[in-house]
């Protein structure tokens, strides 16, 4: 009898050993194995590819107002529009030159420039996280591969915005946001992608800073050129009368409409470059939370669509 009762006794720790090794082993392969909804991330590369596209339009507008504007300069005589064209050169080196001071038009199309190969770093960059999190769409070989081709156009673009110290520009992924990213695509273990993020935002959070700034520096030209403009007219209005100052008042309500749509539109570009790096943020908490389902970029988007509505307004 005394047998029996060893047997089942025996066979009950056998039974509760093997369902504590599986469980065991369930959980190991869960935590290496653990897969990421990719639509949030897809969604926050939509959103900016929105902003993307309102971006290089608001500034093409800004830089035709503002070369319109330097040309009509030139009809009334001011000097300073052919002495800034003529080029001055350096004697430290054969090839270099400079000119005497960049007329607004010229700003504008360099901003314009960094703001273009900043916009193509942040669209790689989105996209990279959605393939990650997709978790099928990468291996490391390729991964290595995106991440070379876009450090190489964010060190470009950090020259272009003027990322201070220039002898060391900056990169958008780090070098341990790289290693996380390719334990993640051999291990898919959500953690690893969570530390690409949070390795990442400081790279994200410097960017977006530098690109605000530029932004604001534009405002205050175009405030500056708005000034210039007001001048002349209000000593037209002084110098006519009648229907002359009727054409004067016209045009003065003209500009002021198109300048204060154009600081209206860079206002929207400065709330979105902050809010892309706010949402990158947000997403890493999200994920670390368990709480995608919960992750919102509509103000991305609501943003992207003002910026469209802005240009179409000024177009």
């Not at 902003?51 to 319109?68: G, M, Q």
């Not at 300073?80 to 038009?105: A, C, H, K, M, R």
């Not at 946001?177 to 992608?193: C, F, G, N, V």
């Not at 206002?267 to 994920?287: I, M, N, P, V």
Request: glycine share 4%.
């Amino acid at each position: 009898m005394k047998w029996l009762i060893d047997r089942h006794n025996g066979c009950k720790y056998l039974t509760l050993t093997i369902a504590l090794l599986l469980a065991g082993y369930l959980s190991g392969c869960a935590s290496i194995s653990v897969s990421t909804d990719p639509r949030p991330f897809e969604a926050y590369r939509d959103a900016f590819s929105e902003v993307r596209s309102s971006s290089d339009a608001v500034l093409t507008v800004d830089y035709k107002w503002t070369y319109k504007n330097f040309l009509q300069k030139t009809r009334e005589g001011d000097p300073s529009t052919i002495q800034n064209l003529i080029l001055v050169f350096s004697e430290e080196g054969y090839y270099l030159w400079d000119l005497p001071s960049d007329e607004l038009y010229i700003k504008i199309k360099r901003t314009q420039q960094a703001f273009k190969g900043l916009n193509a770093v942040f669209a790689g960059y989105t996209n990279l996280l959605a393939q990650l999190a997709s978790g099928s769409l990468i291996d490391v070989t390729t991964f290595d591969r995106l991440t070379r081709e876009l450090n190489e156009s964010a060190l470009s673009a950090s020259r272009a915005l003027k990322i201070e110290p220039p002898e060391k520009p900056v990169a958008i992924f780090s070098i341990a946001a790289m290693e996380a990213a390719r334990l993640y695509i051999e291990k898919k273990r959500k953690d690893y992608l969570i530390e690409i993020i949070t390795d990442n935002q400081k790279n994200v959070d410097l960017f977006t800073a530098h690109a605000t700034r530029l932004i604001k520096l534009v405002a205050i030209d175009i405030k500056a050129e708005y000034n210039n403009q007001t001048r002349p007219l209000v000593l037209r209005w002084s110098e006519g009368t009648g229907d002359a100052r009727v054409e004067v008042v016209e045009e003065l309500i003209a500009l002021n409409s198109e300048v204060t749509t154009l600081l209206e539109t860079l206002r929207s570009l400065d709330q979105s470059y902050t809010l892309f790096s706010r949402k990158h943020r947000e997403l890493g908490d999200a994920l670390s939370s368990g709480a995608l389902n919960s992750y919102s970029i509509s103000e991305l988007i609501n943003i992207g669509k003002r910026l469209s509505s802005l240009y179409k307004e000024l177009t």
